[in-house]
């Protein structure tokens, strides 16, 4: 099945027109890496001031999908495993970061990574993606020039 995936301006993560969206702004400091950063609302509480595992899980997913943007693929996530290191107080400031790890065909290898302010990782998480199009192979092995 071809599915047609066109972007829009009502993602709940990074649509400037979804109302009860994130807002989120992407960067591209590189090829196949994508960052963000937020604060958490306070409406995103799982357990008393804590931030709910699922909004961490989401925004893994959303920058790791942003990755793949940023080596021109559009993607949808297949399979995702996050790891939560250290709990977030709602209110924290997170930055989320990206990264394509090896294209094969028209699997995608992600890997991202959520930090509080002082730079230590509170969650981080592995996914496997599916390109729209076959992607030209990208590998962790490859030298940089």
Known sequence: ????????SH???CGADNERGLHLVVSYP????????LSVPLW??????????????TLLDEIMA???????????????T????????????LRA????????????LTQGWLYDAEGSIVAEASARFV???RVGPVSRHEEKA
């Open 1 to 8: 099945m071809n599915l047609t995936i066109d972007r829009d």
């Open 11 to 13: 993602c709940f993560c």
């Open 30 to 37: 590189e090829k196949g890496m994508a960052e963000t950063s």
């Open 44 to 57: 995103f509480s799982g357990w008393k001031s804590m931030t709910h595992g699922g909004l961490l899980a």
């Open 66 to 80: 942003h990755a793949c943007v940023g080596i021109s693929q559009q993607a949808v996530t297949a399979e995702i």
């Open 82 to 93: 996050v790891r939560y290191q250290k709990a977030v107080e709602t209110g924290a400031t």
């Open 97 to 108: 970061v990206g990264k394509v790890e090896e294209a094969r065909g028209r699997i995608l």
């Open 131 to 133: 390109a729209t199009t």
